[in-house]
Nanobody
Protein backbone atom coordinates (compact mmCIF):
# COMPACT_ATOMS: atom_id res chain seq x y z
CA UNK A 1 0.00 0.00 0.00
CA UNK A 2 1.32 3.40 -1.00
CA UNK A 3 0.15 6.25 1.21
CA UNK A 4 -0.80 9.23 -0.90
CA UNK A 5 -1.76 12.35 0.99
CA UNK A 6 -3.24 15.38 -0.73
CA UNK A 7 -3.46 18.85 0.70
CA UNK A 8 -4.09 22.41 -0.42
CA UNK A 9 -7.73 22.45 -1.37
CA UNK A 10 -10.18 25.12 -0.31
CA UNK A 11 -12.61 27.82 -1.37
CA UNK A 12 -11.46 30.39 -3.90
CA UNK A 13 -13.14 33.01 -6.05
CA UNK A 14 -13.24 32.69 -9.83
CA UNK A 15 -9.93 33.80 -11.29
CA UNK A 16 -8.08 32.84 -8.14
CA UNK A 17 -5.33 30.30 -7.55
CA UNK A 18 -4.67 27.27 -5.41
CA UNK A 19 -1.74 24.88 -5.11
CA UNK A 20 -2.38 21.24 -4.35
CA UNK A 21 0.30 18.91 -3.08
CA UNK A 22 0.60 15.15 -3.03
CA UNK A 23 3.16 13.35 -0.92
CA UNK A 24 3.77 10.68 -3.53
CA UNK A 25 6.11 7.88 -4.53
CA UNK A 26 8.86 7.12 -7.02
CA UNK A 27 6.66 5.11 -9.36
CA UNK A 28 6.72 5.97 -13.06
CA UNK A 29 3.74 8.31 -13.08
CA UNK A 30 1.81 10.44 -10.60
CA UNK A 31 -1.44 11.96 -11.62
CA UNK A 32 -4.23 14.25 -10.52
CA UNK A 33 -7.85 13.35 -11.13
CA UNK A 34 -11.00 15.17 -10.14
CA UNK A 35 -14.60 14.25 -9.63
CA UNK A 36 -17.48 16.69 -9.50
CA UNK A 37 -20.89 15.73 -8.05
CA UNK A 38 -22.81 13.55 -10.47
CA UNK A 39 -19.88 13.25 -12.88
CA UNK A 40 -17.29 10.61 -13.63
CA UNK A 41 -13.76 10.89 -12.34
CA UNK A 42 -11.56 12.55 -14.97
CA UNK A 43 -7.84 12.87 -15.49
CA UNK A 44 -6.52 16.41 -15.01
CA UNK A 45 -2.74 16.35 -15.13
CA UNK A 46 0.11 13.84 -14.98
CA UNK A 47 3.85 13.83 -14.57
CA UNK A 48 6.36 11.18 -15.48
CA UNK A 49 8.66 10.73 -12.52
CA UNK A 50 11.15 9.21 -14.95
CA UNK A 51 11.83 12.15 -17.23
CA UNK A 52 9.59 14.93 -15.91
CA UNK A 53 7.26 14.94 -18.92
CA UNK A 54 3.91 16.54 -18.17
CA UNK A 55 0.43 16.01 -19.55
CA UNK A 56 -2.78 17.99 -19.22
CA UNK A 57 -6.46 17.67 -19.99
CA UNK A 58 -7.57 20.19 -22.61
CA UNK A 59 -9.84 21.89 -20.10
CA UNK A 60 -6.91 22.92 -17.87
CA UNK A 61 -4.11 23.55 -20.37
CA UNK A 62 -2.53 26.94 -19.88
CA UNK A 63 -4.07 27.32 -16.41
CA UNK A 64 -2.70 24.36 -14.41
CA UNK A 65 0.92 23.33 -13.95
CA UNK A 66 2.11 20.05 -12.49
CA UNK A 67 5.64 19.84 -11.16
CA UNK A 68 7.90 17.91 -8.84
CA UNK A 69 11.05 19.49 -7.40
CA UNK A 70 14.08 17.27 -7.89
CA UNK A 71 14.76 16.98 -4.17
CA UNK A 72 11.22 15.99 -3.21
CA UNK A 73 8.77 13.15 -3.66
CA UNK A 74 5.95 15.66 -3.46
CA UNK A 75 4.03 16.44 -6.64
CA UNK A 76 2.35 19.83 -6.88
CA UNK A 77 -0.55 21.05 -8.99
CA UNK A 78 -0.56 24.81 -9.37
CA UNK A 79 -4.03 25.92 -10.44
CA UNK A 80 -4.46 29.46 -11.78
CA UNK A 81 -7.39 31.30 -13.35
CA UNK A 82 -9.78 28.93 -11.61
CA UNK A 83 -13.32 28.63 -12.92
CA UNK A 84 -16.51 27.43 -11.22
CA UNK A 85 -16.38 24.32 -13.42
CA UNK A 86 -13.09 23.37 -11.75
CA UNK A 87 -15.05 22.69 -8.56
CA UNK A 88 -14.51 19.05 -7.59
CA UNK A 89 -12.75 16.70 -5.23
CA UNK A 90 -9.18 16.34 -6.47
CA UNK A 91 -7.35 13.04 -6.05
CA UNK A 92 -3.72 12.07 -6.39
CA UNK A 93 -3.02 8.64 -7.87
CA UNK A 94 -0.17 6.35 -8.85
CA UNK A 95 0.45 2.73 -9.79
CA UNK A 96 3.64 0.65 -9.66
CA UNK A 97 2.68 -1.31 -12.80
CA UNK A 98 2.36 1.62 -15.16
CA UNK A 99 5.18 2.41 -17.58
CA UNK A 100 3.18 5.03 -19.48
CA UNK A 101 0.94 7.97 -18.65
CA UNK A 102 -2.73 7.09 -18.59
CA UNK A 103 -5.75 9.37 -18.19
CA UNK A 104 -7.91 6.35 -17.35
CA UNK A 105 -8.64 6.16 -13.59
CA UNK A 106 -9.08 2.38 -13.77
CA UNK A 107 -5.36 2.06 -14.54
CA UNK A 108 -4.43 3.36 -11.09
CA UNK A 109 -4.38 1.25 -7.97
CA UNK A 110 -3.28 3.72 -5.31
CA UNK A 111 -5.33 6.79 -4.46
CA UNK A 112 -5.33 9.53 -1.89
CA UNK A 113 -8.47 10.45 0.02
CA UNK A 114 -9.01 13.61 -1.99
CA UNK A 115 -9.13 17.31 -1.28
CA UNK A 116 -12.09 19.57 -2.02
CA UNK A 117 -11.64 22.51 -4.38
CA UNK A 118 -14.55 24.94 -4.58
CA UNK A 119 -14.52 27.88 -6.97
CA UNK A 120 -17.32 30.26 -6.18
CA UNK A 121 -18.04 33.92 -5.61
Amino acid sequence: QVPLVESGGGLVQPGGSLRLSCAASDYYVTGWFRQAPGKEREGVSFISNSDGSTYYAESVKGRFTIFRPNTEKTVYLQMNSLKPEDTAVYYCATDPRLRYVSFNPTDYEYWGRGTQVTVSS
